[in-house]
């Protein structure tokens, strides 16, 4: 993990009132937010978690035009930006549904922020970079459907500014072993050479939940077929206690499991590069089609009532977000990214505005099953209680 120091991030906040939604009425713009909204807590706990990342999608490229959300309007840091030819371009709706991958990694995301000014996000990504989808997108309106229906978090963000695997190895062990950069796991299948490849020997989440009884599966869409399926998106393959192990199945396997009653308390689904949301290999609707699926399969399922489906994205991806993350290590946090609750636990038609990451879905596992925290890190990011009822 890396060393913990907080930095304090000068940057302009706009106050905003939230039009709907649950959450507090006060929301950042830009640098660190005003004093966190407390989480309120669960009086319910799933019994079913099952966990889906998606790839490469900020807040305000998904979600930037919500209604209650901390999003898009000409006063936020960043609207108007200047692109690599010298024209002025500000935020507009994207009707491609099939964008090409904007550049990736650490040094490009953070030139991008340019210490919180966020503002040049066109000139290094192109305009593109500042295009953003609404509901009325064919595809996208599922997924704000979802959001009003259920729970949508508005101040969550990347814990690491990176590639993958960085913010993956976040979510299941508050670390990426002081490493914030794309790298391959020594273990297949699909791993290519990479001298920065190390074994990780330090405990996950996964080994928890092992430890304490608990069952837990990751389903990896096109498991072994490398020109579908990444090593990078499967954190568990990064460690000598999970990788390559019984919990590690193909996805096919999701479907045979929830009907025979056998759906794992711990589910972490990682789609294939078609349906991921990545750009440059599908269109966005195929991923969201893929999505919707899975979410009715559970919800025609027995164990719909006692499950939350929580839906994130890895990193923004280079997609331009006004708001300017504060640093609580050397290493993140990072841009916002969505994230979803999908539950009959989760609260309806609800904008959460408290400060979370990554790490925050590890501590609401650890939370829900008694688990310990994993490092220092861990204990840094609150939980999701907000999210639910």
Not at 170 to 186: C, E, G, H, K
Not at 201 to 212: I, K, P, R, Y
């Amino acid at each position: 993990m890396g060393r913990v120091m907080v930095a304090v991030l000068a940057v302009s906040v706009l106050l905003v009132c939230a039009a709907c939604g649950g959450g507090a009425s006060t929301t950042s713009t830009g640098g660190n937010t005003p004093p966190a909204p407390v989480p309120a807590p669960s009086t319910q706990l799933p019994q079913h978690i099952v966990v889906v990342m998606m790839q490469n999608a900020s807040f305000d490229h998904l979600f930037g035009t919500f209604p209650g959300a901390n999003g898009i309007t000409p006063s936020v840091p960043g609207f108007t930006q200047t692109d690599a030819s010298g024209k002025s371009v500000s935020p507009f709706k994207l009707t491609d549904l099939a964008p090409p991958a904007l550049q990736e990694g650490r040094t490009i995301y953070l030139d991008s922020m340019d210490g919180g000014l966020m503002d040049k996000y066109a000139f290094l990504n192109g305009d593109l970079a500042m295009g953003y989808y609404d509901g009325t997108i064919p595809g996208i309106s599922t997924l704000w459907s979802y959001a009003q229906q259920f729970a949508l978090a508005d101040n969550f963000f990347g814990s690491v500014t990176g590639e993958a695997p960085t913010n993956q190895l976040y979510m299941v062990a508050a670390s990426d072993n002081d490493f914030p950069f794309s790298v391959q796991p020594v273990f297949g299948p699909c791993q290519k050479p990479d001298k920065a490849a190390q074994a990780l020997t330090f405990t996950n989440v996964g080994d928890e939940l092992s430890q304490a009884g608990v069952a837990w599966t990751v389903y990896q869409e096109s498991l072994g077929n490398c020109s579908l399926s990444s090593p990078l998106h499967n954190p568990f393959q990064y460690f000598t206690t999970t990788q390559n192990s019984s919990h590690i199945a193909n996805y096919s396997q999701f479907s045979t499991d929830l009907a025979a009653g056998n759906l794992p308390a711990v589910s972490f689904v990682i789609p294939n590069h078609d349906h991921n949301m990545h750009p440059g290999f599908a269109p966005v609707t195929d991923s969201i089609t893929w999505l919707d699926s899975l979410i009715k399969q559970l919800q025609a399922s027995s164990a719909w009532n006692t499950t939350a489906v929580i839906v994130t994205w890895d990193t923004a991806g280079g997609w331009y977000d006004h708001v300017f993350p504060q640093q609580v290590d050397t290493q993140g946090l990072a841009p916002r990214i969505p994230l979803l609750v999908i539950s009959p636990l989760a609260k309806k038609n609800y904008v959460s505005h408290v400060e979370m990451d990554h790490v925050s879905i590890l501590r609401y596992i650890q939370k829900v099953w008694n688990l310990p925290s994993l490092n220092t890190r861990n204990t840094m990011s609150v939980d999701l209680s907000d999210m639910f009822q």
